[in-house]
């Protein structure tokens, strides 16, 4: 069994802790010289980062600029443009003036890195980490992409399809910090991801070529929740998660502005649109039943009376989803651990899945019959470990498998889900809020426990074999894939 502490310890004791053999002249590993020197000399050397000894060094090998941009078993080593959130720069920074420190300091066998040496890494990584051609790594277009929002720190990580690396980190809200970036979605063009903030005032838009902010809906305060988007990408509809004053609100992406609300909305959470974009579904969270709206004439909205009843009670509902072919909606009940199977014609009840505890997100495959949900408080009897994945055919209605922990800190109240299905991956987001949850491996300058990523082999439904969990910002929540064939 593989420890993830006794892999990141080594991981710590190994960064920047070699020191240079006199008798090897420094090679061209594929940085910028100047920071090539450095790594050359304190870094990648026989027994530390290299490729044949990266095992020792929480495998992490520097040895060459292409594997140091895919990161090590606890995170990414260098994400280009944020020095403050590589693990390069925090574990070689001794100087406050320079930004963030993670302890224990490197090299630990070998005398500090100067200042000099400091911000010459730290000015390289915020201009983009390039190589010694000047490329920078995971630049260009058509990429295949896991966006995750990190709710902690108003952050979202951009995690790179192929390789599993956080290859971004973008600062998201329209105030100093403390919205907490929600939930994320992409545009059926796969041009633009949007972004709804629980303690905030806006939506906002990100390009997905550039991975930068270009634009901001005013929406007024509240709760934001859910997001889902016109098959055009001209209009959207968002829930406000207030109870008695809550909102459901349809956005004009054209215009950038709110073009209806319906207020007085109790607890509307989690939504569904039907393919042709005709008919929205808002889950009541308080309630047995969803909100139905019909956006036939999205000039004049009707939100239908009665609710529609999913029967049961006390089901406190959290996300809604529909099947591939639009024949279904299914909603998790989180009060009752359960899945409830809605036929989409009629609104009648089909079927009810059985769950692990407290079920939560959604995602589904588009090459396999694949419904996953999150199961955030499952218990595990692995110490660190809580939370579970079931998988459902979708169609036959079937349970496929339980994705359960195999190893410490394997899931850790996992919630945000995504499928690549160009890559046969499927990302995690462990939101790890717990105390008794896996103790973060590094500290972060906005405080809040660090969650982390996981991903599952879309074909065997088991975790990918080289992938460990990957440390990000505080509170993963939101994710959603980008996936460009």
């Not at 930004?99 to 983009?128: A, C, F, Q, R, Y």
């Not at 609710?307 to 989803?321: K, R």
């Not at 409830?340 to 059985?354: E, H, I, Y």
Request: hydrophobic share 35%; net charge negative; charged share 15%.
């Amino acid at each position: 069994m593989k420890i993830r502490s006794h892999v990141c310890l080594l991981s710590l004791v190994f960064l920047f802790g070699c020191k240079q053999d006199a008798q090897v002249p420094t090679p061209n590993l594929g940085y910028p010289a100047d920071v090539n020197k450095i790594v050359a000399t304190r870094c990648a050397t026989a027994g530390c980062h290299t490729t044949a000894d990266k095992a020792l060094a929480g495998n992490l090998s520097l040895l060459t600029w292409d594997e140091a941009m895919q990161g090590s078993d606890d995170g990414t080593a260098v994400v280009p443009f944020r020095s403050n959130r590589s693990l390069m720069f925090l574990h070689s920074n001794d100087y406050s003036d320079l930004g963030g420190m993670n302890m224990p300091m490197m090299p630990t066998n070998g005398s500090p890195l100067s200042h000099d040496e400091v911000k010459l890494i730290k000015d390289w990584i915020d201009n983009g980490a390039p190589d010694v051609n000047g490329h920078i790594a995971y630049s260009g277009p058509n990429r295949t992409k896991f966006y995750v929002t990190d709710q902690g720190c108003d952050e979202i990580a951009v995690v790179d399809g192929e390789t599993g690396a956080v290859m971004r980190y973008i600062s998201v809200g329209v105030t100093a910090s403390g919205e907490s970036p929600h939930a994320i979605k992409i545009s059926p063009d796969k041009h633009y991801a949007y972004v709804t903030f629980a303690l905030g005032t806006a939506v906002q838009k990100i390009d997905c070529e550039t991975d930068q902010v270009v634009g901001t809906i005013d929406v007024g305060f509240g709760l934001w929740n859910s997001i889902v988007i016109s098959p055009d990408g001209h209009y959207g509809v968002i829930t406000d998660w207030q109870p008695t004053n809550g909102r459901i609100s349809i956005l004009d992406f054209q215009n950038n502005s709110v073009l209806q609300s319906f207020s007085g909305i109790d607890n509307a959470h989690g939504l569904a649109a039907s393919a042709d974009f005709k008919t929205i579904y808002a889950t009541h969270s308080s309630g047995n039943d969803v909100y139905k709206i019909d956006l036939t004439d999205i000039q004049n909205p009707v939100l239908q009376f009665p609710n529609v009843s999913l029967g049961g009670s006390d089901l406190t509902e959290h996300d809604i989803i529909f099947s591939p072919d639009g024949l279904r909606y299914f909603v998790t009940c989180q009060a009752t651990n359960e899945v409830r199977v809605m036929q989409a014609s009629n609104d009648s009840l089909l079927a009810v899945l059985p769950t692990g505890t407290y079920p939560q997100e959604f995602a589904v495959s588009t090459t396999q019959p694949y419904l996953f949900v999150t199961c955030m408080e499952d218990p595990s009897p692995l110490a660190n470990t809580r939370g579970s994945v079931y998988v459902f055919d979708y169609n036959t209605l079937a349970q496929v498998a339980v994705i359960q922990p195999q190893e410490e800190g394997d899931f850790f109240q996992p919630h945000g889900i995504a499928v690549d299905d160009q890559h046969n991956r499927v990302l995690v987001a462990n939101r790890n809020q717990d105390s008794s949850g896996p103790p973060p491996h590094h500290t972060s300058d906005c405080g809040g426990r660090a969650g982390f990523l996981k991903m599952i082999n879309l074909n065997t439904l088991d975790f990918i074999s080289d992938d460990y969990a990957k440390e990000v910002t505080s509170d993963p929540y939101g994710a959603a894939a980008r996936v460009v064939w």
